[in-house]
């Protein structure tokens, strides 16, 4: 190294379509015989993460779970495998969706499972490379429960109201709301069948929320 001065120039790196990265360069060695050389590698990058997720979420609308989940990089991938589990221990593959594109931008990507699970529902997705590799997301939870499985009566309603189709082992929490979504009432419950009154209310159209761990449930009633 006595000899020898090294002078290293500007390099440049490019993503290519299969996922690697190519990576040039000059460099000057300054001795008895000055010499400039060019170097040119191409990385096989296995070790950098595929997939870059900025967003993975789950919602309930009506009858379906809406999952989204958003990327901001693609490296060589191909598609998701959507996995569900009632356990968060065995999942099962319910679907699959083909990658958007690759490389370093957002890429938004909705799935509808239309046939969720009672209860808990955790969600996982399972990115799947060209070349057969393969890396989990976290897994998400939500919970279900399927809009009309309480009953409600009287229906019209004039004094009180009976809420049926709860869930005896766990607490529930039962709440009145006008049709705006504006809250007027709510009560716990841990019982198969809950009564109050509805005698404070004016005459109108009226729904009642039924929020419990297995999800949530929404049923109108008439207040004579």
Known sequence: LDEFTYLFGAGAGALQK???????????????????????????????????YSKFTANQTKEN????????????????????SNNAVNYTAVAQVNSVASGAAVQD???????PLTGNNYYRLKQ?????????SKAINISYLKPGSIQLFPNPAKDKLTVKGLNATITSTIAVLDIQGKQLLQFTAKAAAYSFSVGSLAPGTYMVRVKDDNGTAVEKFVKQ
């Open 109 to 115: 990507y909705v799935y509808t499972d239309k046939l």
């Open 65 to 84: 779970i809406t999952l989204n989940w958003q990327t901001t990089t693609e490296l060589n991938n191909k598609y998701f495998a959507v996995e569900r």
């Open 128 to 136: 799947v490379d060209k070349d057969g590799k393969f890396s989990y």
């Open 18 to 52: 299969d996922g690697k990265i190519l990576v040039g360069g000059y460099g000057r060695i300054l001795g008895d015989n000055n010499f400039t050389y060019i170097g040119l590698v191409r990385l096989n990058n296995d070790a950098i993460l595929p997939i870059i």
